[in-house]
Nanobody, 122 residues
Framework: QVQLVESGGGSVQAGGSLRLSCAAS????????LAWFRQAPGKEREGVAI???????SYADSVKGRFTISQDNAKKTLYLQMNSLKPEDTAMYYC????????????????WGQGTQVTVSS
């Protein structure tokens, strides 16, 4: 199993950028499907971006064209580059990993980080 620790969250004005990082320890991540989810207060957790263990990526419609998910297997780190941030992007962001095919269903992920807060002000 892999252990995950997120970092890079913070407060930013609308239109700004942040890069989230998710450092993995334990097992290597190259055989895992990885994802970023987020949860705003009073809302359900939602998928933001996923990356297949074979490389393809997919994004939620709400972030498409603004966010980019990537991974560095040598550094065992997952990234989420977030540009043109909007107030509605405000949430706790979580990275997740599963040793299997990629999926948008959060319950299918085996490992989760503790989350990093992103706050976007207008």
């Amino acid at each position: 199993q892999v252990q995950l620790v997120e970092s890079g969250g913070g407060s930013v004005q609308a239109g700004g950028s942040l890069r989230l990082s998710c450092a993995a320890s334990g097992d290597i991540i190259s055989g895992y499907s990885l994802a970023w989810f987020r949860q705003a207060p009073g809302k359900e957790r939602e998928g933001v971006a996923i990356i297949s263990r074979y490389g393809p990526t997919s994004y939620a419609d709400s972030v498409k064209g603004r966010f980019t998910i990537s991974q560095d297997n040598a550094k065992k780190t997952l990234y989420l580059q977030m540009n043109s941030l909007k107030p509605e992007d405000t949430a706790m962001y979580y990275c997740a990993a599963r040793h299997g095919p990629w999926t948008w269903f959060s319950y299918q992920y085996d490992s989760w980080g503790q989350g990093t807060q992103v706050t976007v002000s207008s």
